[in-house]
């Protein structure tokens, strides 16, 4: 049941939380109080939207106004045919002048509660300048989200001559982060001096969602020594050939099919008894056999299985069962629905068997992008620490992947839905891994008539964005970027086309390095009169190899992170003769090519794929990570 | 000088803009008035920012209160160190509640007068919620960019059951259009019913900026026909011989160089007096001889001359003499500092010889970038109507060429800084063509310490776009969008790749073509029974090249304007199978083929580039102009 301003403001004020000065009256009472301007509000639960049907008049500044205004009000009501009776009232409450606020609590399916702080009144619908606060949130994570509202320059830049006190709001959240309701609307909220008062609240009572599931601590999933994979073929169309393929080439793997005798040259066992205990195993077999063969691998001191079998909850078949199996026989199960796993050198999926090392760990909940960008990076050269095809997720989640992962390099997510945000919260803000996301899906159907503005706002990209940021998560908006997992802040771009340069410095913003005067008189020596004298670092249209290895021999004792290297086909360049120096040359610093043109480019590209250097051929791709 | 508050209040009501009641006194009078709730502010024009110094009191509510609202601002100013005098008054002026707007007049070096509006009060500066509008708009163009705001909500669709009159909004906008001052802030301006009230008000007197230079109207510019080539060579690295060698395929071009016979099968002539006439020139001959020859050229006849010599305004040296050239002989220029001109099926530039036709405008600032997408295009197979590198634009210009198309095919524009943005809007309103816009820059440094709120908007890119998109023109966020003039509204997606049909729907977002019950049945016909069901079309991930041509065979019938057909390397895929449906079946919709993925997707390419088939490799590419 929602309650009535007064009892809201009763309850608020039994939290700490600043009300207005108010007194109500029964509808035929006699008006009047000590504390003018004054707002008169109908309490009522015949009327939701009270301001749309005229039951809200404000800034009151006397009693005759007063007793005018709850005449009209009435009578006003009686026109659109709500007809108040004993037991409504009538509320007056003390108008508070300030800044407009808004605070509010919504539990959502995915991050249990969750508090939504931005700028109120008319401005909260509008402008939707809000930010989400997990209930879990501490201090420091609390004004990360609050910076990511407009309306926050008023804590910390000031705003025209005053900057007001973010504690005030930090300390509101904390309280918000322990009310136990469903959902609520606090709007406005005013920000006067160094006060916010509750003018208005909306609140539903009931239970805030308990988000319960125990994140996992697993890192032996990432060390496999002895594996087994049930299910190898020696039909090259199936799965079960490109997995036995790829995992050949290391010793302690295990090969089971009841038909084959070797495959690879190696050893096939006929069933799962005759083998020696293992920790991994990796599934390829019919859905229907699963339940038999758990058991049996459970007998051999299996900790870890991939299910790569397809046909479950994508396809609209039931797998909880596979959830039963996992806690019955304390076995860690991947999948189901997955391409795989590589981890420690050990490739374990059937997506392309060229995978380079590196230090990129890659977790995806889609096999088919994780088959992709694995193929990309075969033809780039472009390196994977881990890489963790997650599935349906019916066990293994990223929060108990994150959680479990011993190292700290990178860890790169491609998201599609979870149905656990708290523990993705949790994990991430434990780790000691710089930690990236791609969400796919931003255009989710929203929660359609909600109770509450906040309730509205549930479920949405921007509140998987505004969270997961607030941990120090980074989101990328090119699946591409999932490739990466470069830490760069400081971007020289060198160009011979000014337009390009140009974009380029658009794209890369704030991360473009600021050349100091010393650095640029030590370009001008070696550059023609008329180059762009900053970054982009323009060499002009007519450069040649030996402008551009000189330019870039100069930016190298800068303190860059990388320097972006744009080539365009202008009709004196030799691309591929100017790609010839990032054969022929180390740099300290990291050196992206980026070719841009079509026919002009071909030969360049090929010489530097020939020479497995990676590069860009277009811009936006090129930043793709940043 | 600054007007006084009164002094502006009387000028706006003689612009029949509704004002206040307001009372003026003396700072010793004794105050009263008769319209209560009242706010007093300080009359001097020894304080700019009023309310920063506590010279603004609101939500006055009778005399009392106001006396001693005056003491106190007297008593606060003395405590800030401000003097105030017998020249200084205070002003108490009636309180309007209602919905606070912001107009706004500013005098923008590019675009002449622009009118400013959008959200008020202290919204204006936090959330920049504004747009632009010419002083030459019509009330369509009005409206366009009224509704570019999110407060604009108000207006168009209503908000918490009132709904205002943009028309209220448009009349104001058409006054502030016909005003004569430099710069103005209305803000607040407070909508209440339907009634528009200036409450506040900063006014710089000035003249407007008359922007005078008249559009061209040149249609000959698109259909030369006699060419004559001034510096034409023998040697391939030099400009003059690339040029020569792609226009030789037309007939009537002639060569001019002093010291060459032939080149290319065909007559050199010695000097210019020798050629026939001839309505258009390509001048590839250095700086300090165009003097000389621009009168020779004058002699015979020619109309538009293209200066592709670089060195002038982009090398820091003088170029306004050749407007004065072109402005004494009569004559056009295009350039100087530019790649030349595709027109007509001739290819009077120095880049590629390899341009396919087609119903493409492109009309570019920077030559490299021009180059790029030429040499992009010639592999992509991509065709043009008409390149135009106009360079440093010292006489033609965007308006002048948009002005002159005698077609009604789409025309776009590569973009980096214009000097006369109101002849551009001018143009664009008054074409045929659909525009589309890609704008590099968008970061420059802004206009500092302007006088008003409204000063600080000038010259940023949000003011480009603004006016640029009221007009109809559409802005592009990928230079590569340049590439392509489609005009695609309903699109289906079909993918073997549940991932990557989710993030291509999010990139489409409302162009996405929603599929009929009949149509969703007709697909059932032909797919696995668990296929998506919707579009993305999701034919699952072992589509062979059968399952595609059947669905695609389906989708064909559809009434959409273009499929995507994303291919992603599955264990069971045969990308280049698949890839030949494009080349062995006609279908009516337009088709794009996405190839995901890298090494296994090779071959596939591979046969659609030998087919000239264009295909996309990646998602954010090809939605580059939507």
């Known amino acids: 049941m929602r309650m009535l301003e007064n009892e809201i403001y009763e309850w608020l004020k039994s939290c700490q939380i600043n009300t207005p000065q ?16 004054v707002a008169l509000k109908l309490v009522s639960d015949k009327v939701v939207h009270k301001t749309d049907v005229g039951a809200v008049v404000i800034n009151i500044p006397d009693e005759p106004t007063l007793k005018r205004a709850k005449r009209e009000m009435l009578c006003h009501l009686c026109e659109q045919n709500i007809h108040v009776d004993e037991e409504d009232k009538l509320i007056v409450t003390s108008m508070h002048a300030g800044i407009e606020l808004f605070f509010g609590i919504v539990n959502d399916a995915c991050f249990g509660k969750v508090i939504v702080f931005g700028s109120g009144g008319i401005f909260t619908e509008l402008f939707k300048d809000v930010c989400f606060i997990d209930s879990e949130a501490g201090d420091e994570e609390i004004k990360k989200a609050i910076t990511q509202t407009k309306i926050s320059r008023l804590f910390t830049k000031g705003f025209r001559g005053k900057k007001y006190n973010i504690e005030l709001v930090v300390d509101m959240i904390k309280k918000l982060q322990q009310l136990d309701v469903e959902e609520m609307d606090l709007n406005p909220v005013i920000l006067s001096g160094n006060t916010l008062t509750v003018v208005d609240a909306r609140v539903k009572q009931g239970r805030s969602n308990i988000v319960s599931k125990q994140i996992k601590y697993i890192p032996g999933i990432f060390s496999p020594q002895k594996i087994a994979i049930i299910g190898v073929s020696e039909y ?107 981890t420690n050198g050990i490739n374990l999926t059937f997506g392309t068997s060229d995978i380079q090392p590196g230090k990129t760990n890659l977790f995806s909940q889609s096999g088919a992008i994780v088959a992709e960008l694995m193929d990309k990076a075969a033809l780039q050269n472009i390196g994977f620490e881990n890489i963790i095809s997650v599935g349906n997720m019916v066990d293994v989640d990223f929060a108990d992947l994150i959680n479990s992962y011993p190292g700290d390099d990178p860890i790169n997510l491609y998201v599609e839905g979870i149905s656990n945000g708290k523990n993705l919260l949790r994990a991430i803000r434990k780790s000691k891994s710089r930690i990236r996301i791609f969400k796919a899906g931003k255009t989710g159907v929203a929660r359609k008539a909600a109770f509450s503005h906040t309730g509205n706002m549930a479920g949405n ?23 990466y997992s470069y830490s760069l802040n400081k971007i020289v771009v060198i160009t011979n086309a000014g337009g390009a340069g140009t974009i380029m410095s658009d794209l890369i913003s704030d991360k473009i390095y600021k050349l100091s005067l010393d650095e640029i008189a030590k370009l001008g020596e070696v550059l023609p009169k008329h180059w762009s004298k900053n970054n982009p670092v323009d060499i002009i249209g007519d450069a040649s190899y030996e402008r551009y290895l000189k330019a870039l021999e100069v930016i190298d004792s800068f303190n860059a992170d990388a320097i972006y290297v744009l080539i365009t086909p202008q009709f004196m360049t030799n691309p591929r003769q100017i790609c010839k120096l990032f054969v022929e040359h180390n740099f300290k610093t990291k050196m992206f090519p980026v070719l841009l043109g079509g026919e002009m480019m071909q030969a360049a590209k090929n010489l530097l794929e020939e020479n497995k250097i990676h590069y860009f051929e277009e811009l936006t791709e090129a930043v793709s990570f940043l």
Chains 1, 2 share one sequence.
Not at 22 to 37: A, I, Q, R, S, T
Not at 461 to 483: C, H, P, Q, R, W
Request: with cysteine.
């Open 22 to 37: 108010y007194k109500v009256f029964k509808l035929n009472e006699d008006m009047g109080v000590d504390f003018y301007p």
């Open 236 to 342: 090259e169309e199936k799965i079960g050939y490109a997995l036995a393929k790829n995992a050949s080439v290391h010793n302690e793997v295990y090969f089971v099919n009841p038909h084959l005798k070797d495959l690879f040259g190696r050893k096939v066992y006929n069933n799962i008894n005759e083998l020696p205990d293992v920790d991994t195993a990796v599934l390829a077999i019919p859905a229907n056999s699963i339940t038999d063969v758990i058991p049996q691998l459970a007998a051999k001191k299996v900790k870890h299985i991939i299910i790569i079998t397809a046909g479950f909850k994508e396809a609209g078949r039931d797998e909880s069962f596979l959830k039963d199996l996992s806690e019955k026989f304390h076995i860690n199960i991947i999948g189901p629905n997955c391409i795989g796993i590589y």
């Open 461 to 483: 990209y921007e509140m998987f964005v505004g969270l997961l940021k607030s941990t120090g998560a980074e989101i990328l908006d090119n699946v591409n970027g999932l490739l």
